[in-house]
């Protein structure tokens, strides 16, 4: 079974700061990985996704993620970070032997804070 | 374009009642998810379709039923609710099979059983 690791529950960064939020997985075979965000009283929003080929996935609103096959891991990135990136950030996986449609696993969820 | 879409958004049950969250998406997708989230769980998948007249069990089924009897609603039941399923409940829908295509959320339905 696929699983997922959000280490930490909140990351707290100063706004123009680089900012990384990590996310670990577990899986069969090779993954399919995600980051999607959640404002305040709304549905998750796609952020990016991992595929195939380069290892550094570039997203919206300047996040980019990069796949290590070695250490299992995922970790979400931006260079400067502002006030309104504060939000919910959940990392998710599904394997590509994916044969029931549906397979998303979500971590846990980490809070980004970003202080004026 | 109103995307995905569901009602209510908030609802306080007393045990032993039933109720029905509706989940409505106008983008013609043939999947679509109902996600239950609760506080450091992350989005855990009770069921979903693969389309219209199809349904199939996530990781967390027990005590909810599903319809799908028009491609652009999925119903999500509660027919006798228990305090465990206080939670926000999150409806999805894709284009095709994830996750080659995107999950498209809706905005939530709050759930409180007493």
Known sequence: AQSVAQPEDQVKVAEGNPLTVKCTYSVSGNPYLFWYVQYPNRGLQFLLKYI??????????????EF?????????????ALVSDSALYFCAVSPTNNNAGNMLTFGGGTRLMVKP | NAGVTQTPKFRVLKTGQSMTLLCAQDMNHEYMYWYRQDPGMGLRLIHYSVGEGTT?????????????LK????????ESAAPSQTSVY????????VPLETQYFGPGTRLLVL
């Open chain 1, 52 to 65: 195939t080929g380069d290892n550094l996935v570039k997203g919206s609103y300047g996040f980019e993620a």
């Open chain 2, 56 to 68: 199939a069990k996530g990781e967390v089924p027990d005590g909810y039923n599903v319809s799908r």
């Open chain 2, 90 to 97: 999150f409806c999805a829908s894709s284009l095709g099979r």
């Open chain 2, 71 to 78: 491609k652009q609603n999925f119903l999500l039941g509660l």
């Open chain 1, 68 to 80: 290590n096959k070695s250490q299992t891991s995922f970790h979400l990135k931006k260079p400067s």
